[in-house]
């Protein structure tokens, strides 16, 4: 399926919709929406399968996809500290990947800011997108299962996704990636859910603290992960509460090259949940370069900008709580005393 990103960039703003702060593939109105967002019958299938699954799969829409992941094997096999030309050789890789290569390297860039991919998004969002972080792996991550949402989310939530490219065909040994189909659709987990504070928190791993909560939901469920058994040059969307991860590896002789490229959408706060205590407004803000282009992308709650310094931007949000506290106390208050 390759028919993606022909229907060109349309405005963005639909000012008669009910649920402006909603991405439209998780729209509690998503069988209307979908009528009218203007996508291709290939593209629909993959709204679709966002919606109802969170996640979907596509061929990655580049001509020249397989000179690139041939030239960021070659460039980043001696990095990883891995012989890619001996499939009999081990592959341990004692760095595991490598965050942001982007910023060096031009088909990394060119991969993460592939324009059919952001046109698609977009469109997919209702909300314009933009890539802001990249990880190039070697191997299968034997990663716990996890959401994005933890560590990357959005005032309005959910817009943000991932987008993981495969490298090469995967085998089922290499430790394929996996997910749990119709996550997303559980609760988005927060500190205050798990009983925990996150600000001010510095953590080894930041989901660390949520895997138990997972589990938990995986086991109510009886949902079991699904691996994806992709070919070289398909990518797979996956919505920001999608739970995913990596299967074992069996077999420590076989790659896995892959890239994860992460995206915002526009006109949104930006933090991590997991350091973040949202209802006291302390917000571990995070400050973007859209990476197709280079610009910051502020954060900005309903059209209003926040201050560029993370504390000032917790002050903010901090004192607005406040006064709402106050508006919502004061008429209790004022009872009281007469
Ligand atoms: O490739 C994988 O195994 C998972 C990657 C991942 O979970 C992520 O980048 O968020």
Redesign the pocket.
Known sequence: MNEIGNAGLVSMVVDDRPFPGVPLIESPLFGTELERMPLSPAEKDVATALNRDGFAVFDFPDPDIDARIDRIRKEFSPRFGIDDTDPASPKHSPIGRIQDAWQTNEDVKAIAANPDVLDLLSRLYGRRAFPFQT?N?PV??Q?HL?T?AVHFSSIPPRFMC?V?LAMEDIHVDAGP?CYIAGSHKWPMVDNCMIGRKGSGVTLESAQLPFHDAWVAMIAEQQAAPQEFMARKGQALIWCANLL???TLRRDDRLTRW?Q?THYYFDDCVYYTPAMSDEYLGRLALRHLVNIADGTPRPNIYLGEQLAAEPAVGRKLLGKRLASAVKRFTAPARKATAS
């Open positions: 990880l792996f299968g991550t990663q996890h994005d991932g993981w990636l995913h991860g990596g892959s994860v």
